[in-house]
Every structure is written in C-alpha cells, then in structure tokens.
C-alpha cells in the first residue's frame, strides 16, 4: 500500500507549487480543490443537496455558480460548515477510490487547504504543512487571484491558524521565497523511503 501524504497550508503558501514538484518526482497528486469542483457538478447528490440548500441558482446552465456559492461559504463559518457536510464525505470517498488505483506507486499524496479541518487527516499517513509569513501569502494570493487584501485577508481568518497546522503537521516545507524548496521536498522523500520516517 502507497504511503499516503497530505499536502496542507493556508491560501497563498504554496501547495500546488510544492504538488507539482512532487509530480515531478513521481508522486501521484489527488488535487482536492480540482476534484471538488468537478464533483460538485457531476455527483447527482450533491446538486441536489446544494440546490436545496441556496436554490436553483447555485447552478447556471449546469455550472456552479462560484461567486454566489463563495459569498455564502465565507459570509459565516455555519454556512461554510454547510456545505462542507454536503462535499466532503463524497470527496473523501473519491480520494479513497483514487488511492486504489495507484497502488502501484510507493507514495500518492492529496492536496488540500483544508485538510485538517475537513477531516482527512485520518486517511493519510503523513501531514506535510507548507508554511510561509501571512504576509508574504496576502501579496501572493491578492497577485495570483487579482482580487482584494481584505477578500484574502478573510480567507485566512476563515482557516484554520498556522499555528494550529503545525501542531498537526509530521512535516513542514518552508516557501518563504528564500529558502529552497526542491531540497525540502528531496528530504521528506528520501525520510519517507528510509527507516528515519518514524511519525508514519
């Protein structure tokens, strides 16, 4: 069985640039914000469940409306709670399909911002946290998204603490822009093929 990795870190941290390099290397990469967004369109009951919960309108021609969905997630933690029940257990089901199928690779990893919080961490053997300053992840995520400080800024506050995820993390990767990311990443694959990996 794979070993099974969990890339985490708040918005602007770097996760998918960490992912990638872990494909690169060989690692299968279950992107849970990709995969969510798909689900969201193409399991019958989450549409249903959804549009019970905000109305018709939460698709428009059979596509998710993001912008009414996200001013509704991020306008209430209950709200997002909300929708978080409705997604989650069927990604997490899908993630455990897609696990199963790469069982002829030694690690796979999923990528998610939320992966503590949404209650994957029991399906992973190991949580990498990707760490960098709040600051230097506003100015990334305002440049990447082109939208507000402020919009960002409640993103982060809607998150679970740095702080906290580290706690949690058997693993952290600095991406403050100053500090090589590849050799990180080199590291925690080569912990991870070695007997040094004693948090699995």
Do not use: C
């Amino acid at each position: 069985m794979a070993i099974k990795l969990g890339i985490t870190g708040g918005i602007g941290s770097g996760k998918s640039l960490v992912s990638r390099l872990l494909e690169s290397m060989g690692v299968p990469v279950y992107i849970s914000d990709t995969e969510t967004k798909e689900l969201m369109v193409t399991n019958l009951s989450i549409r249903e469940e959804l549009i019970a919960l905000l109305g018709e309108g939460v698709y428009v021609d059979g596509v998710l409306n993001k912008s009414l969905l996200a001013s509704y997630i991020f306008t209430n933690p209950e709200h997002a709670k909300q929708v978080n029940d409705i997604v989650h257990p069927r990604v997490k089901i899908d993630f455990i399909r897609w696990v199963q199928s790469h069982v002829e690779v030694p690690i796979v990893a999923i990528e998610s911002a939320i992966l503590i919080e949404a209650g994957f961490a029991g399906e992973v053997d190991v949580i990498v946290m990707i760490y960098a300053p709040e600051e230097v992840r506003i100015e990334r995520a305002v440049k990447r998204d082109s939208t507000s400080r402020e919009w960002i800024e409640r993103r982060i506050r809607s998150q679970m603490s740095d702080e906290e995820k580290r706690k949690q993390a058997d693993f952290v990767i600095v991406n403050d822009g100053e500090t090589p990311l590849i050799p990180q990443v080199l590291e925690l694959i080569n912990l991870l093929s070695s007997k040094e990996a004693t948090f699995l």
